[in-house]
């Protein structure tokens, strides 16, 4: 399948400051890639849905100015947590859209990245 | 609308079969099935068409009936190396461009 990587897969910082989690896919390009949060044991939850050349499309309850989602070029998506607080510690996953024959979208996941906010 | 999965968990014996059961309310386009183990990110298994197509992974196969609305993952002569928490994501349509509900996920545990 499709390799998406995910850069850093942990960091640790202190609260209110702001980090910056990349989403790249290696070899294909994507004009939609997502992001998700997963708290323990639980499913996946959307945040957002970022489109190359234009802004991202956030679900409902997600905050656009704490989730800042930046879709540079067709391999790269970036999350940038803003003044982050220790209930933004969880797991974020990125994915990225795949179009295969017949229009179907496949849908590959980053490894993800481990956010701790102390 | 999130899909509903069915069991919550399973424990199984090597070599047991298993299935996994994914139903939604609304019409669906496409179903998509990942397994996740513990720590990493979910991992691509299978996608379901409309229409009957399907692309597989290996020994693990599926089935979507469309009138019910309904996947359903079948885990045969299970390996250790199937235990993990399934998900199975549900597109309504070709104009989701990829978009993903996922359901609670199932855990299997494979014993030896």
Known sequence: ?118 | QQPVQSPQAVILREGEDAVINCSSSKALYSVHWYRQKHGEAPVFLMILLKGGEQKGHEKISASFNEKKQQSSLYLTASQLSYSGTYFCGTEQGPDSWGKLQFGAGTQVVVTP
Not at chain 1, 11 to 28: A, H, Y
Not at chain 1, 42 to 59: D, F, I, R, V
Not at chain 1, 82 to 109: L, M
């Open chain 1, 1 to 118: 399948g499709a390799v998406v990587s995910q850069h850093p897969s942990r960091v640790i910082c202190k609260s209110g400051t702001s980090v910056k989690i990349e989403c790249r896919s290696l070899d294909f390009q994507a004009t939609t890639m997502f992001w998700y949060r997963q708290f323990p044991k639980q499913s996946l939850m959307l945040m957002a849905t970022s489109n190359e050349g234009s802004k991202a499309t956030y679900e409902q309850g997600v905050e656009k100015d704490k989730f800042l989602i930046n879709h540079a070029s067709l391999t790269l998506s970036t999350l940038t947590v803003t003044s982050a607080h220790p209930e933004d510690s969880s797991f974020y996953i990125c994915s990225a859209v795949h179009t295969i024959a017949g229009g179907y979208n496949e849908q590959f996941f980053g490894p993800g990245t481990r956010l701790t906010v102390l």
